[in-house]
Every structure is written in C-alpha cells, then in structure tokens.
C-alpha cells in the first residue's frame, strides 16, 4: 500500500477478566479457570480473548461516538500528517479480521457473548461511522487512503453478510452504498491498491447494486501480468519481498474473482486458478514459520505484525489447505507467532495497539502508519470462523514444517509449480 513474551506474565483469565464488559465477566471467571493448568493448552480460548481485547477498544467506542475523542493517535516519525484517515483504518481492518468469528451462530456461551456484545456494537458503530451528523463520521471522500480501508470494510460484509450487513437498517445500508460509491472520485495506485477498488466494487455487485465493471477489469488484468509464478505475484510492475501478496493480493484477489464468477461476470476457471496459485502460496507462508514460532522480518509494513499470515487463515477457514499441511499445524504454528507477537508494549493501557513489531517501536514503522494500520492484525484470527468443535481447533498440537525439519523428524521436500 502507498499509505501506509505479552501473555508471558498474565494468564488468559486475567486478560479475558480485563477485556469483558462488566455483565460478561463473572460468567466467564469460573469458566476460564481451567485455562490456567498449562497440561490444558485452549488455543481457541487465547485466540478469542485476543481477539477480543484488539477488538473492543474499536467498536465500543464506535457504537458510542468517542472513537475519534479516545483512539491515540500515534504515528511514525516520518508519518505524512493525515489523521483524518487513521479511524476508517481501524474500523475496516478490525472488522475485516473479526468477521468470520461474528458470523458464527449465536450460543449462550462465553465465547458466544463476547461474539454477541461486539456483533451489537459493530452494527450500531456502522450506523454511526456513516451517520454525516455522528462524530465518529468516518472518511470515505477525503484522500486515497479511504480506498484501501472501505475495501477492508467491504470484504468484512462479503465475509459475514448475515451477521454483519443483512441486520444494519436500510438509512445504513444506503449511506454505506453512497460512500463505497463516493470512492470512485479517486484511483488507486497502480500496484496492490486495484484490488482494493476492485473486492468494493465487487460487494456492491454482489448486493445488487450498479458496479463499476471497467476498474475490476483493469485490476485482474493487471494481476495476471503481475504474476511472477510459484504462487507470487509483483506488487505492481516491480517484485518486492514482502508479505503484500498475505496483506492484500492473494484474500482479495480469490475473493472478488468468487463473486464475479458466482455472478457468471467470469469464469469459474479463473477463480479455481487464483485459488490453486493462493494454496501454493501458503505452502511457503507455512514454512516461513521458525520452530520457535518467529518469522523474517522483511519488506515495509512490518508493524501489521501477524497480518502477514491472512492467506495462510484463510485458506485454513475454508478448508482448503494442501494436503500436506494439517488444521492442527497451521493452529500451532498461528498459536506460537501470536505468543511471540503479543509481548508487553503491544496494547498501551486502555488495550489500543500500540506502533511497532513484537512490542512498541514506533521507529520502525512506515511513514503512512498510525494507530488505525495497525489493525492490520486482525486478518490472522479468520479460522476463528470454524466453530470450536471443528478439527482446526480439537486435534492434538502438531508441530509445523521447520520444527520438524530442524529436529531431525521427517517433512515434505519443496518444488515450485508452473502454473
């Protein structure tokens, strides 16, 4: 994009005590209890209450009208000075992230209430980030960066539409549209950003609106000149070794080519070959993962921390991981990065996301960054969308492909794909 050991000393209950609204937290005290017994690791228990803690600062404020009164604003030493961007930021790469949990059914379990308070204040914060006379009015029409964070907006309703668009009032749903429209006054950049324009469009044709089938065009036909094989594409005409093509190109690129071809607007080929160049991508996203549970820290936009592994999540929530790959590994292997990502100085004391990588470092951070980027974070957490019971969440830990291999225990052998 143009713009832009935590846990160590707290036990999960302590922190899932700390992030509940008040009403929530007596009924989930005695149930987290049993977290605490280390020979009872509960991954998905950790991943929810993580979630949950990024999450809530969010949208409560959201649902309230104080996000722009209590989000910090803190950026990087070089940041370029547009503030009025960095809360469409949050919003949409919060939600982005979070959308799949939403859209599981509701239950009367813990869990299910914390789904349930953020669902609620999801749908009442949208209302009021598209609401000219809220507050929190967000920023679709000032800038380009809009584009970027409408688009992660826009691929939170395609991920969860019953949950998250069906349930918004009709006032809400047309005043969504007429932003998402108002985009069409600015263009993206000519690299990653036509996805972003390209997955907006494609949730407006995917509702039945009018859509703007000349700029989705553009952006796959860029893309198929854009890749480089072996699962990668160039982030615009120039390759760079980053972690853009998890960030942004292999999700929303398999996305809208899943609507366009649901639609009948392209071939189903087309999407079935972006799928299999994404599987091939994982399979090295997957081995970029040290058996201590780190990874390179390559290319810009590092401070997205574990968004970096999106396309990894979410090939493992829709079930499609290659063969060699296991639900149990992937799980560890996420479990493990979080650990290593969430240390001390990650949240700042009202449980905002702090600028920086496994701590709070804003030197390290690109000039397009501020508080609102670093939600970015959230697009790791999408296998939250498989239900507890499913085998992603009760198989027995595995170990992942560089844990075995730097143990001396049998793996896969490597080789690139030519298509």
Not at 142 to 161: G, M, N, S, T, W
Request: proline content about 6%; hydrophobic content about 40%; aromatic content about 12%.
């Amino acid at each position: 994009m143009q713009r832009r050991k935590f846990i160590g000393s707290a036990s999960i209950a302590g922190i899932i005590t700390a992030m509940l609204p008040g009403s929530l937290v007596a009924s989930n005290q005695e149930s987290s209890n049993h977290l605490l017994d280390a020979k009872k690791p509960n991954d998905r228990a950790y991943w929810t209450g993580m979630l949950y803690r990024m999450m809530n600062p969010v949208f409560s404020n959201l649902a309230n009208g104080t996000l722009v009164k209590n989000m910090p604003f803190e950026v990087s030493p070089s940041y370029d000075g547009r503030k009025n961007v960095t809360y469409l930021e949050a919003v949409g790469r919060a939600a982005a992230g979070m959308a799949p949990w939403l859209a599981l059914p509701d239950d009367d379990t813990k869990e299910g209430q914390m789904r349930k308070d953020l669902k609620a204040k999801f749908l009442k914060g949208i209302a009021n980030g598209v609401d000219p006379s809220n507050p929190d009015y967000l920023n679709f029409t000032k800038e380009y960066q809009p584009i970027v964070d409408a688009a992660y907006l826009a691929h939170a309703f395609l991920r969860a539409p019953k949950a998250l668009w069906e349930p918004l009032d009709d006032t809400t749903k047309k005043r969504v549209v007429k932003e998402f429209k108002a985009l069409r006054t600015r263009k993206p950049w000519n690299n990653n950003w036509q996805l972003f324009t390209a997955i907006t469009e494609a949730f407006l044709l995917e509702i039945g609106e009018e859509w703007d089938k000349e700029a989705v065009d553009r952006a796959l036909n860029k893309f198929k000149d854009w890749y480089v094989g072996d699962g990668w594409y160039s982030d615009g005409p120039n390759f760079s070794f980053d972690y853009y093509n998890s960030f942004v190109i292999h999700p929303m690129l398999v996305d809208t080519l899943k609507v366009l071809s649901d639609h009948g607007k392209v071939p189903v080929a087309d999407y079935e070959l972006a799928l299999k160049r994404m599987l091939r991508y994982v399979v090295h996203l997957e081995r970029m993962i040290s058996p201590e549970g780190t990874y390179p820290v390559i290319g810009r936009s590092i401070t997205y921390r574990n968004g970096a592994f999106q396309a990894l999540a979410q090939v493992a929530l829709i079930k499609k991981l290659p063969e060699d790959i296991s639900p149990a590994q992937v799980r560890s292997a996420l479990t493990a990065v979080k650990k290593n990502i969430f240390q001390k100085g990650t949240f700042d004391k009202n449980d905002w996301l702090t600028l920086g990588f496994c701590g709070h470092h804003p030197d390290v951070a690109d000039y397009y960054s501020s508080t609102g980027s670093m939600y970015m974070a959230s697009l790791s957490f999408l296998p939250l969308g498989l239900p507890a019971d499913d085998e992603f969440w009760t198989s027995d830990p595995e170990e992942w492909t560089s844990k075995k291999a730097w143990s001396g225990k049998s793996f896969k052998k490597d080789y690139h794909v030519d298509y």
